[in-house]
């Protein structure tokens, strides 16, 4: 199985895993989920609406009138100070009788619009009466039951546990306070209604609506609400997401402020959740926001919905964010740099997470912007995973293919970059290097096998490293010839002069051999350099299994040929033009002359590669002269400056039997 197969076989698997998770709700990804997503409250500024007041039953209360419960006359003689108009909703249950009770039930008969809350429970201490459910029974949502009749949408309800009967039948209208936590036990979201004994009853927030507006709540879709003319979004449950507010923009006042007339103007005409909020008496919810008191939660909603603020959850939006986080590391695949990998994958995250805090921000779309990391993560280290093996393998080939050629240096951006080995070629200037033994089978028949080959190989060790040395690839050896380039496969700058330091220091360290060799009754080496700098092709020559990084072109053949003439002209190092016009005056050469190589129609220019030493230099001066004489066609002259130099200078002799055979 191939890499690439490998990592598609992972990703289809991490892709069914993830889909899985989000869509059954899997732990712990969920309560990580949603706890991720609640940071989208921390960054939001919204303002609860001012239409609603909540009362509070709150320590300076507790303090006046002493710890809860109260007799139920201080409460009557508290809502007495509201206006009869004000829609009240009580937050609290009474399902105890007392002497109050009357009194308390004649104050709530002078309002036109209270709400009472009851609880369902899995269980309760007492069951419902049959005048009881009467009671509540006409406050259920008939038409909307009637719409959903053959569906299960919303929790039922087992057991109530409501007020006394003196306290219900005051009460305009009657809800449900109920609510259900998520996994991770925070409350999250907020219920539209529940069934219980066959009846379908909204919750105080609900209620609280369809008396301000006027209007009764209906089904729009499979997934939404209308009452009035806003949209509530709601889950198969029937479960609305809560869009959360500054605690500080919740607009609350004490109970005691009320009982004592300082409400009066403040309240009018508002939606008044009268409820609890001492701690250690009254219904505290763990929320996104931190501790609310109950009452706020049901706040909460009725603003969401009179501000059209609730969330809605678009979960085709999130799959399809997660699809694709699941493919977005397929692009990496073809980066090369794992650091411009980790920028995509960070910027492209970092775009969706803004455009999701936008969405929630603006139009109250919730996206999960948590399990899209996930799959992100995951895949990302799989692919990573997978690219590391890849360039393991690469790195491994490189390294044994070519650490024999390259010096370390160079081997290790090779390995950086492995596509620069890929089966094909490219058009590159290269200085190209050849150097080969003189008279080399003399030598070669006087040895046995076993020690020719060890001869060569005390030859081309120390020739190899002072190649690999100055950054030149070992292209390849030719029975004694030895063949390199200089700029591939990587860039080397001043790639001339690397050839040109390779073959001075080449001669330096065959005087050091031949020493050796002499001692021990070995013959000396001779060796001759050809050096041309051309465009080339250079690149991978043969198959996908079988090949070799190589140069081809005129150029790698006029350094080829250029080597040869070391014999007629008795020097040891010859450069093009080509190269001269590369190395400036760093070197010392001197001008041989231009000639016409094999398979080359322009004659090429060449120049000799010496040593620079203050030896050298007076023969470079005294053979300038003599070939300026050459040059101007003055031959008599030019011989015998020859002559006089050949015993010192070998070069000499080429261009003396030259004239000679002018003369003749």
């Given at each position: 199985m191939t890499n690439r197969v490998k990592y598609l076989s992972i990703l289809f698997s991490v892709s069914l895993l993830f889909f899985g998770a989000y869509i059954t709700k899997l732990e712990p990804l969920y309560s990580f989920s949603l706890r991720f997503n609640d940071f989208n409250f921390a960054l939001q500024d919204k303002k609860a609406s001012q239409e609603i007041v909540f009362i509070s039953i709150d320590e300076a209360s507790v303090n006046t009138f002493g710890r809860w419960p109260w007799n139920r006359d201080i409460l009557a003689q508290g809502i007495d100070k509201l206006d009869t108009s004000n829609i009240l909703i009580l937050d609290m249950v009474f399902s105890e009788p007392t002497r109050q009770d009357k009194l308390l039930a004649d104050t709530l008969e002078k309002h036109e619009n209270t709400i009472c809350g009851f609880f369902l429970r899995h269980k309760a201490s007492m069951s419902i009466n049959a005048t009881q459910l009467d009671l509540i029974s006409d406050s259920s949502l008939e038409r909307l039951a009637s719409e959903i009749a053959n569906e299960r949408r919303f929790v039922q309800g087992n057991e109530a546990e409501v007020n006394t009967d003196f306290l219900l039948s005051s009460c305009?209208?009657?809800?449900?306070?109920?609510?259900?936590?998520?996994?991770?036990?925070?409350?999250?979201?907020?219920?539209?209604?529940?069934?219980?004994?066959?009846?379908?009853?909204?919750?105080?927030?609900?209620?609280?609506?369809?008396?301000?507006?006027?209007?009764?709540?209906?089904?729009?879709?499979?997934?939404?609400?209308?009452?009035?003319?806003?949209?509530?979004?709601?889950?198969?449950?029937?479960?609305?997401?809560?869009?959360?507010?500054?605690?500080?923009?919740?607009?609350?006042?004490?109970?005691?402020?009320?009982?004592?007339?300082?409400?009066?103007?403040?309240?009018?005409?508002?939606?008044?959740?009268?409820?609890?909020?001492?701690?250690?008496?009254?219904?505290?919810?763990?929320?996104?926001?931190?501790?609310?008191?109950?009452?706020?939660?049901?706040?909460?909603?009725?603003?969401?919905?009179?501000?059209?603020?609730?969330?809605?959850?678009?979960?085709?939006?999130?799959?399809?964010?997660?699809?694709?986080?699941?493919?977005?590391?397929?692009?990496?695949?073809?980066?090369?740099?794992?650091?411009?990998?980790?920028?995509?994958?960070?910027?492209?995250?970092?775009?969706?997470?803004?455009?999701?805090?936008?969405?929630?921000?603006?139009?109250?779309?919730?996206?999960?912007?948590?399990?899209?990391?996930?799959?992100?993560?995951?895949?990302?280290?799989?692919?990573?995973?997978?690219?590391?093996?890849?360039?393991?393998?690469?790195?491994?080939?490189?390294?044994?293919?070519?650490?024999?050629?390259?010096?370390?240096?160079?081997?290790?951006?090779?390995?950086?970059?492995?596509?620069?080995?890929?089966?094909?070629?490219?058009?590159?200037?290269?200085?190209?290097f050849f150097s080969d033994i003189r008279s080399f089978t003399n030598i070669s028949e006087k040895m046995r096998p076993e020690d020719l080959i060890r001869y060569l190989n005390r030859y081309f060790t120390p020739m190899s490293d002072i190649v690999t040395k100055n950054n030149g690839m070992i292209d390849k050896y030719i029975g004694d010839a030895l063949m390199a380039f200089y700029n591939a496969p990587l860039d080397v700058k001043d790639h001339a002069m690397a050839a040109c330091t390779s073959a001075l220091e080449m001669l330096d360290k065959l005087e050091t051999l031949n020493a050796q060799l002499l001692d021990e009754g070995l013959p000396p080496l001779n060796i001759g350099i050809g050096i041309n700098t051309a465009a080339v092709i250079v690149g991978n020559m043969g198959s996908n299994k079988r090949f070799n990084y190589t140069a081809i072109g005129d150029g790698v053949n006029l350094a080829s040929r250029v080597e040869g003439l070391n014999k007629t002209f008795k020097t040891n190092i010859i450069i093009t033009e080509y190269t001269k016009n590369h190395i400036q005056e760093h070197f010392l050469i001197r001008p041989l002359e231009r000639v016409q190589v094999k398979g080359k129609e322009e004659?090429?220019?060449?120049?000799?590669?010496?040593?620079?030493?203050?030896?050298?230099?007076?023969?470079?001066?005294?053979?300038?002269?003599?070939?300026?004489?050459?040059?101007?066609?003055?031959?008599?002259?030019?011989?015998?400056?020859?002559?006089?130099?050949?015993?010192?200078?070998p070069v000499c002799e080429y261009f003396i039997e030259k004239i000679k055979n002018i003369s003749t």
């Amino acid at each position: 199985m191939t890499n690439r197969v490998k990592y598609l076989s992972i990703l289809f698997s991490v892709s069914l895993l993830f889909f899985g998770a989000y869509i059954t709700k899997l732990e712990p990804l969920y309560s990580f989920s949603l706890r991720f997503n609640d940071f989208n409250f921390a960054l939001q500024d919204k303002k609860a609406s001012q239409e609603i007041v909540f009362i509070s039953i709150d320590e300076a209360s507790v303090n006046t009138f002493g710890r809860w419960p109260w007799n139920r006359d201080i409460l009557a003689q508290g809502i007495d100070k509201l206006d009869t108009s004000n829609i009240l909703i009580l937050d609290m249950v009474f399902s105890e009788p007392t002497r109050q009770d009357k009194l308390l039930a004649d104050t709530l008969e002078k309002h036109e619009n209270t709400i009472c809350g009851f609880f369902l429970r899995h269980k309760a201490s007492m069951s419902i009466n049959a005048t009881q459910l009467d009671l509540i029974s006409d406050s259920s949502l008939e038409r909307l039951a009637s719409e959903i009749a053959n569906e299960r949408r919303f929790v039922q309800g087992n057991e109530a546990e409501v007020n006394t009967d003196f306290l219900l039948s005051s009460c305009a209208f009657n809800a449900t306070f109920s609510t259900l936590r998520d996994k991770d036990q925070l409350l999250r979201k907020y219920p539209l209604a529940f069934n219980f004994q066959e009846e379908l009853y909204p919750s105080l927030g609900i209620q609280a609506l369809r008396v301000r507006l006027n209007k009764d709540l209906l089904i729009q879709s499979p997934d939404s609400f209308i009452l009035g003319e806003h949209v509530i979004s709601a889950d198969h449950q029937g479960f609305a997401s809560l869009n959360f507010y500054e605690k500080e923009s919740y607009q609350q006042y004490s109970f005691l402020d009320l009982y004592e007339g300082r409400l009066n103007k403040t309240l009018q005409n508002k939606i008044v959740i009268l409820g609890i909020s001492e701690v250690g008496v009254g219904d505290i919810k763990l929320t996104p926001v931190g501790l609310l008191p109950g009452p706020l939660v049901h706040y909460t909603f009725i603003s969401n919905v009179l501000n059209d603020e609730l969330l809605h959850d678009n979960k085709a939006l999130t799959l399809a964010s997660l699809f694709i986080f699941l493919l977005l590391p397929l692009i990496g695949l073809h980066v090369k740099q794992i650091y411009t990998r980790l920028i995509i994958y960070a910027v492209g995250y970092l775009l969706f997470l803004t455009a999701t805090k936008i969405a929630f921000f603006q139009i109250h779309l919730y996206v999960d912007a948590f399990y899209p990391l996930i799959a992100l993560i995951a895949t990302a280290i799989a692919s990573e995973s997978i690219l590391y093996q890849e360039q393991e393998q690469k790195s491994r080939f490189i390294s044994d293919a070519f650490s024999s050629y390259l010096s370390p240096v160079l081997l290790k951006k090779l390995m950086q970059e492995p596509e620069r080995l890929q089966l094909g070629g490219e058009k590159r200037e290269l200085t190209i290097f050849f150097s080969d033994i003189r008279s080399f089978t003399n030598i070669s028949e006087k040895m046995r096998p076993e020690d020719l080959i060890r001869y060569l190989n005390r030859y081309f060790t120390p020739m190899s490293d002072i190649v690999t040395k100055n950054n030149g690839m070992i292209d390849k050896y030719i029975g004694d010839a030895l063949m390199a380039f200089y700029n591939a496969p990587l860039d080397v700058k001043d790639h001339a002069m690397a050839a040109c330091t390779s073959a001075l220091e080449m001669l330096d360290k065959l005087e050091t051999l031949n020493a050796q060799l002499l001692d021990e009754g070995l013959p000396p080496l001779n060796i001759g350099i050809g050096i041309n700098t051309a465009a080339v092709i250079v690149g991978n020559m043969g198959s996908n299994k079988r090949f070799n990084y190589t140069a081809i072109g005129d150029g790698v053949n006029l350094a080829s040929r250029v080597e040869g003439l070391n014999k007629t002209f008795k020097t040891n190092i010859i450069i093009t033009e080509y190269t001269k016009n590369h190395i400036q005056e760093h070197f010392l050469i001197r001008p041989l002359e231009r000639v016409q190589v094999k398979g080359k129609e322009e004659k090429t220019l060449l120049y000799e590669l010496l040593k620079d030493t203050q030896n050298n230099r007076n023969k470079v001066k005294h053979y300038e002269e003599a070939l300026r004489l050459y040059n101007e066609k003055n031959t008599a002259d030019a011989l015998t400056r020859f002559i006089q130099l050949q015993d010192s200078d070998p070069v000499c002799e080429y261009f003396i039997e030259k004239i000679k055979n002018i003369s003749t």
